[in-house]
């Protein structure tokens, strides 16, 4: 019983922890959307399109995805007509670079600096479009789309608008309290049975792989399966609780937002008509790539700042 207490309460603490940043984000951007802040975003966006291999059109779902979240992108995706190649650009860019506001607030609730994370997501984003445009001769056919979602009606009134920004942060939050609270009473099991010790024992190659100790090895897989959100979820408890470090805080965070969510984020495109196997491949080969990257040239500067400490004559 007390195993199911302890859980129950950092399920409703860490809620209540990013529940504090989803809601009025998501409230915040509900609003916005309804004035001429995003389409005065979208025009200053759109020249930047060529870069990408992309038409000044796609900054639509481009502005949407960052802004909101996947599902915006992907109803922006939609109203356009785009060949395959401006849709799977899309896909990558979105994949890397989706929900900024509140997948940033909740990394910075980890620890991680707000520039790391947008230089990380939004570069990898950039970089990657620029690649695929270059390298990729193909695609030049028109996406054929299925399973499209039933358009919302827009509302007509600041009221309307309000309620529909309370609603939607409301069941964001429910959301999120209905998958954390059974995870953190699971992972309260998980640790008094001892089990913990040992299925961090079993990914200890995959934290091995990317520099950091076994005891990050469940935010890992939490991000992983269950997104950016629920992986610093369980971050935030491991931290306080398990002694990972800083170091090894920023480095799985840095993975997490490079790719998370695997299964979903990639399954959601499958309407969309693209290849979503090199999706998925290009998320996850660049996430292992960066994560080793920075870890290791973290470590190398931790050697040569040790290499300059000059002892004293006699000492």
């Not at 199911?4 to 603490?13: D, H």
């Not at 069941?171 to 099991?189: H, K, S, T």
Request: hydrophobic share 55%; charged share 10%.
């Amino acid at each position: 019983m007390s195993t199911l207490r302890k859980g129950i309460q950092a399920g409703l603490k860490t809620t209540w922890t990013l529940g504090k940043i989803i809601f009025p984000i998501t409230l915040l951007v509900v609003i916005l959307q309804h004035t001429p802040v995003l389409p005065w975003i979208i025009d200053l966006v759109a020249p930047l399109m060529g870069l990408f291999g992309l038409s000044g059109e796609a900054a639509i779902p481009l502005v949407l995805g960052n802004a909101l979240n996947l599902y915006a992108g992907i109803a922006g995706i939609l109203s356009l007509e785009l060949t395959v190649k401006e849709v799977f650009i899309l896909a990558v860019m979105l994949s890397f670079s989706h929900n900024l506001f509140i997948e940033s607030g909740v990394a910075m609730r980890v620890g991680v600096k707000l520039w790391v994370i947008l230089v990380v997501r939004l570069g990898l984003a950039s970089v990657s479009a620029i690649l695929i445009n270059l390298f990729w001769k193909g695609g030049s056919e028109i996406a054929q789309y299925g399973m499209a979602p039933a358009p919302e009606a827009a509302p007509e009134t600041w009221g309307a608008i309000a309620l529909l920004g309370f609603e939607k942060a409301g069941f964001g939050v429910l959301q999120l309290a209905v998958i954390v609270i059974p995870l953190m009473v699971a992972i309260q099991f998980l640790k008094d049975g001892g089990w913990m010790q040992r299925l961090s024992a079993k990914l200890g190659p995959l934290t091995k792989l990317i520099g950091v100790q076994p005891n990050a090895g469940m935010t890992l897989a939490t991000g992983l399966v269950a997104g950016l959100a629920m992986g610093a979820g369980v971050m935030i408890q491991a931290v306080e609780e398990d002694g990972v470090s800083k170091k090894d805080a920023t480095l799985v965070l840095i993975f997490l937002v490079s790719c998370h969510a695997v299964i979903e984020d990639t399954l959601i495109f499958v309407p969309l008509g693209i290849p979503v196997w090199p999706l998925l491949l290009i998320r996850v080969v660049t996430a292992f790539a960066l994560t080793m990257a920075v870890a290791w040239a973290w470590k190398r500067a931790e050697l040569s700042k040790g290499k300059g400490v000059v002892l004293p004559h006699g000492q």
